[in-house]
């Protein structure tokens, strides 16, 4: 159907939100915290008189023990983070930590990861991994210590748990498959009614003089009396602004798309959007003989799809979800709805 994607063995998983690690960030400092404040207030009652009766030097000795119980806690719950790739809030909020590479557990990427981020945490007073966890995420939902580890928090409520359950080579190669890919070109939607204005055909260039001895191939043998040409099913997409597009393989849709390595050789279709609701690359929507797949490329405001019945379903990012004929796909203030007809009649809508 397509090249491999930037990272073949994340294959249908779901990035974990800006809330979700928010929230992920918070348990974390707390599971970390209060057990280290624990264990070190533990340790002191242990010393009882061996503890200064100096004020200053008593208060040293607190912070000490203090700081000595919260690394101990933090070491511990990072080494099992590493080995598990789940911290302990993890298991409430559905969450994995894995390599981008492999799909496997962190090991010692997640040790790194947790130690540069602690000590930025201990220095920031909590403030710096709070701001990692809500900005600096690219388009496959990943943070700046997420990169740089190699690693991703992916949602296993709404996706895959490829660490339990791997991407094999042969899964791979049966889902994806490489295609010729044409030459993208950006279409502009227009109103249903009007037709696009052909572009100039090149004049063919001129036939040389037959020589002495030239083999011509015989004409292609006629058809039959009667016979015709069964028209090829194609996709329609119709919007709720009255625009239109004929969909041959694969499109890209949004306010302002732009060509993706993720999907070569794809339409670039402009939708009105005054309002803005639609990200500029919002939907990848691609067909072929069988049916049509609906993927949202990580957009602002979601998507969702309302089935033949009213039911609405929402649509995780970057996983693509087959959709029925009829069926309309909601994203931002745009309604599209999909519809097959034959070669001829989607030619002339």
Request: aromatic share 6%.
């Amino acid at each position: 159907m397509t090249t491999l994607p930037t990272w073949p063995y994340l294959l249908d998983t779901v990035p974990a939100t800006r809330g979700s690690r928010l929230v992920r960030t918070l348990l974390c400092g707390a599971f970390v915290l209060i057990p280290g404040w624990l264990l070190g207030a533990m340790a002191l009652s242990f010393l009882g008189d061996a503890v200064p009766e100096d004020a200053f030097t008593r208060a040293w000795w607190y912070a000490a023990a203090i700081s000595a119980g919260v690394g101990l806690v933090a070491f511990v719950g990072a080494g099992w983070a590493a080995l598990a790739g789940r911290a302990v809030p993890d298991f409430v909020l559905g969450l994995r930590t894995v390599q981008v590479e492999t799909g496997g557990r962190p090991g010692w990427r997640g040790v790194g990861r947790a130690s540069v981020m602690g000590l930025m945490g201990v220095l920031s007073a909590g403030t710096i991994p709070l701001v990692l966890a809500l900005v600096a995420r690219d388009e496959d939902g990943r943070s700046w210590q997420d990169r740089w580890a190699g690693l991703a928090v992916i949602d296993l409520r709404l996706g895959r748990d490829v660490a339990l359950h791997p991407v094999t080579a042969a899964e791979l190669a049966s889902r994806f498959a490489p295609v010729k890919e044409p030459r993208p070109a950006i279409i502009q939607v227009r109103p249903s009614g009007q037709r696009p204005v052909p572009s100039p055909v090149p004049a063919a260039p001129p036939i040389p003089p037959r020589r002495t001895g030239d083999v011509r191939p015989s004409a292609p043998p006629a058809m039959p009396a009667g016979a015709t040409v069964p028209p090829q099913p194609t996709w329609v997409l119709r919007f709720d602004t009255g625009q239109t597009h004929e969909l041959r393989s694969l499109a890209l849709l949004g306010r302002q798309p732009s060509a993706r390595t993720t999907h070569p050789g794809a339409d670039l279709v402009v939708v009105d959007d005054p309002s803005r609701t639609i990200s500029a690359t919002h939907l990848a929507v691609r067909a072929n003989e069988v049916g049509v797949w609906v993927e949202d490329l990580g957009s602002t405001n979601g998507s969702e799809v309302v089935l033949a019945n009213g039911r609405v379903k929402d649509l995780a990012v970057r996983a693509p979800a087959s959709i029925d004929a009829g069926a309309r796909v909601r994203f931002g203030d745009r309604v599209m709805r999909i519809q097959r007809v034959g070669a001829q009649q989607g030619a002339n809508r």
